[in-house]
């Protein structure tokens, strides 16, 4: 794929280029370049989570066909097996652009054809070549015989004897199917509740049998004797505030059912989610905080271009809020779109935990949106639970360092089960935030009945709309991430809003289907009126303004890049046979990891174990080493490489505070429809440039916002006009 034209390496050339090898006594090269299908995403999926790739197909030195015995060359591709077997198109020298694949493991193919038109491969086998997720194969008996050792890899505190069952599994092939059932409280002395097993997925029994390091810790431990007892938490309410209003957050302990068990959670004015804090673009509002929780904590008002002071950053901006104190934010609006406030202070236990809330932010000049005939705002979230309740926190310090916490109960609006009940026809705004710590969501409407997909069309993101609205087969949304969406629901029955992907079995290599129920839209049978609404739905709207205002940066789009980072995992004391495993696994990357498939060995690992960092080639700084001063008013390219060549390579939704930014390219392919945004999507291998806009003075931060990470150290600070 070669260099970039200012000389960087661009994106992963082992992750998104097949060199094809010839078959004896063909001459030339042949390489196919697995190039990113342009859209609103920094990764593009099928509607079931099949990743999809535009490919283009590069001959050098090859003669003619004539040589080989056909008219012409053509280029095919199949899966393992070579049945379906699929005809890309006739290809010549120089470079050609082939129709879409998505598919999990496949082979590229070129022929020399008698008959170029022909529709079955016949001729004689040029070049060929496996995808780079081909290379994903089961673990060979070393790791299967090292993994089911009672005495395998290196013994640290926190890595006690073999799980329940355990031994029993080593016996069938080193796996260790569903634990769902287990009673991990009778079972475990270490206290802590196990993390389930998604079924059927296998695991070494010497994984099963790591604990973390640090001691398990529940919302609500650290209260002192004399708490009063937590209330209930409640549904969330909306909250309209006008310009000088006052209004009071509290942090605290709540009491939730979850899956029938009594627990302790954290909420904001005892509701889940917080409450919904509905403005008009241009307030200004004060927020009279109290933290009544058993942790120091602050309030980050994500994706505000607000006052520094009051950006919620322990350490930067504020002192920690400590349980029993109070803090005093003043926060302005200046950017209608839909935003959200959280804490930043172990975000991975108090976030996860349910201290969350939406912000709206209208533009009172008119319909920003476009014509839907009802709105929704959607939290979108997952749990980990076991039996027993909520999979406890770390007490001294995050688990999940390598992947971050991907849980098993999926919630919308703080609660599983989201339901609404439209007219048929009608078309539904959807206003969706991802809060989950890590999990990246690939979100559709699937008919109950005749398996349609209700259309879908993107209209907006972080920081208002889009250049124009663009149809998706699914909505792809990484953590803090925000979209708004409309989608038409036109056949009666029941649509379920699922999230579907394909997860990987990391033991032996394979992809499978997941697919979970978020919620269900019930439509009947009366018409939706006003039926106009409906019918606008088929039109694409241009947002002129927006246009307008992105077209004044285009001067910057093609300037050389200012600052650049690198994102890496370091590991210190990783058990042998863990890492043996992880070596075997480092042979392919997907671009995006779903869902939590290798639960146990996620759980053990601590900042310790996995050390994220976000590095800058040019210093070789890292983290918080590194520092950024920008001139206010100043523009800056910047480029983001999420480095290949790591012992395991994840994406990373990267956010930068108090700023706003456009995403010009992913991996060398522009994007034509731009959208202003404080958070992007960075898949492993990817390169992706941004262009960010200095104007909102003070210090700040970037970060990945999978909280493990930033709990890991993932995180870097700038200055705008110092």
């Given at each position: 794929m070669g260099r970039a034209n200012d000389g960087v390496l661009p994106p992963s050339d082992d992750l998104y280029c097949m060199e094809l090898t010839p078959a004896p006594g063909v001459e030339g090269a042949a390489t196919v370049e697995l190039g990113r299908i342009p859209g609103p995403f920094t990764v593009a999926v099928t509607s079931e989570g099949h990743h999809r790739y535009r490919p283009r197909l590069t001959l050098e030195d090859v003669p003619e066909s004539e040589t080989y015995g056909g008219e012409g060359f053509v280029a095919w591709v199949a899966d393992a097996t070579l049945f379906p077997e699929e005809r890309l198109g006739v290809v010549g020298p120089g470079t050609t652009?082939?129709?879409?694949?998505?598919?999990?493991?496949?082979?590229?193919?070129?022929?020399?054809?008698?008959?170029?038109?022909?529709?079955?491969?016949?001729?004689?086998?040029?070049?060929?070549?496996?995808?780079?997720?081909?290379?994903?194969?089961?673990?060979?008996?070393?790791?299967?015989?090292?993994?089911?050792?009672?005495?395998?890899?290196?013994?640290?505190?926190?890595?006690?004897?073999?799980?329940?069952?355990?031994?029993a599994a080593a016996m069938t092939g080193g796996m260790a199917h569903d634990m769902t059932h287990?009673?991990?409280?009778?079972?475990?002395?270490?206290?802590?509740?196990?993390?389930?097993?998604?079924?059927?997925?296998?695991?070494?029994?010497?994984?099963?049998?790591?604990?973390?390091?640090?001691?398990?810790?529940?919302?609500g431990d650290l209260l002192s004797d004399g708490a009063s007892v937590p209330l209930p938490a409640r549904p969330h309410e909306v909250v309209r505030l006008a310009d000088g209003d006052v209004f009071a957050l509290e942090a605290s302990v709540v009491e939730r059912d979850i899956d029938g068990h009594a627990v302790r959670m954290y909420a904001y004015n005892g509701q889940y989610p917080g409450p919904l804090i509905w403005v008009e673009k241009g307030t200004e509002i004060t927020v009279d905080f109290t933290n009544s929780i058993d942790h120091p904590t602050t309030v980050h008002w994500h994706g505000l271009r607000?006052?520094?002071?009051?950006?919620?950053i322990p350490g930067v901006t504020q002192d920690p809020v400590e349980p029993g104190e109070t803090f005093t934010y003043r926060i302005r609006f200046p950017d209608a779109g839909l935003y959200w406030y959280h804490p930043h202070m172990r975000e991975d236990l108090q976030q996860d935990a349910g201290l969350y809330g939406n912000m709206m932010v209208r533009d009172g000049a008119g319909d920003t949106f476009g014509p839907a005939h009802r709105e929704e705002i959607l939290m979108l979230d997952d749990l980990l639970v076991a039996d027993g309740g909520p999979v406890q926190w770390g007490r001294e310090r995050a688990t999940h360092g390598f992947m971050g916490r991907f849980g098993n109960r999926f919630l919308v609006n703080?609660?599983?089960?989201?339901?609404?009940a439209v007219d048929r026809g009608a078309?539904?705004?959807?206003?969706?935030?991802?809060?989950?710590?890590?999990?990246?969501?690939?979100?559709?409407?699937?008919?109950?009945?005749?398996?349609?997909?209700?259309p879908i069309k993107i209209v907006g993101s972080d920081i208002g709309t889009y250049q124009y609205e663009e149809r998706v087969p699914s909505i792809v949304i990484s953590p803090a991430e925000r979209y708004m969406a409309h989608a038409r629901f036109e056949r009666p029955g029941r649509w379920f809003l699922l999230n579907r992907v394909r997860g990987i079995d990391h033991l032996y290599g394979s992809f499978f289907q997941e697919s979970d129920t978020l919620g269900v839209v019930t439509v009947g049978e009366s018409m939706a009126v006003p039926a106009a609404t409906t019918v606008a739905f088929d039109d694409l709207r241009v947002f002129r303004g927006v246009r307008a205002e992105i077209e004044e940066y285009r001067e910057y789009f093609d300037r050389p890049v200012d600052r650049e980072l690198e994102l890496v995992l370091e590991t210190a004391d990783i058990p042998f046979f863990m890492e043996r495993l992880m070596a075997v696994d480092s042979a392919?990357?997907?671009?995006?990891?779903?869902?939590?498939?290798?639960?146990?060995?996620?759980?053990w690992s601590t900042d310790h174990e996995a050390r994220w960092k976000l590095v800058e080639p040019t210093t070789g700084r890292t983290n918080m080493d590194i520092r950024w001063d920008f001139e206010l008013g100043s523009i800056e390219k910047i480029r983001i490489r999420n480095r290949r060549r790591t012992l395991h390579g994840m994406q990373h939704p990267i956010h930068f505070h108090g700023q706003r930014f456009l995403v010009l390219s992913v991996n060398g392919v522009p994007n034509d429809n731009l959208v202003w945004k404080d958070t992007v999507l960075v898949p492993v291998g990817a390169t992706i440039d941004i262009l960010l806009e200095s104007t909102n003075p003070g210090e700040w931060m970037a970060h990945c916002h999978i909280a493990e990470h930033l709990e890991a150290g993932m995180m870097l600070g700038f200055g705008v006009g110092n």
């Open positions: 652009t082939l129709p879409e694949i998505s598919m999990d493991k496949f082979l590229v193919i070129v022929t020399a054809e008698a008959d170029t038109s022909a529709e079955e491969r016949s001729g004689r086998i040029l070049f060929r070549a496996q995808s780079p997720s081909a290379r994903m194969q089961p673990a060979d008996l070393f790791e299967f015989a090292m993994g089911s050792m009672p005495g395998g890899g290196v013994n640290r505190p926190g890595m006690g004897g073999d799980a329940p069952g355990g031994t287990a009673s991990p409280v009778a079972q475990d002395p270490s206290g802590w509740l196990l993390p389930p097993m998604p079924a059927g997925v296998g695991m070494l029994p010497r994984m099963m049998s790591l604990r973390p390091p640090v001691g398990p810790l529940r919302p607000l006052d520094n002071a009051y950006d919620g703080g609660a599983p089960g989201w339901n609404l078309v539904v705004r959807f206003f969706l935030t991802n809060v989950a710590n890590t999990r990246t969501f690939n979100l559709s409407f699937v008919h109950e009945a005749t398996g349609d997909e209700a392919y990357f997907h671009p995006v990891e779903w869902s939590g498939t290798m639960p146990r060995m996620n759980w």
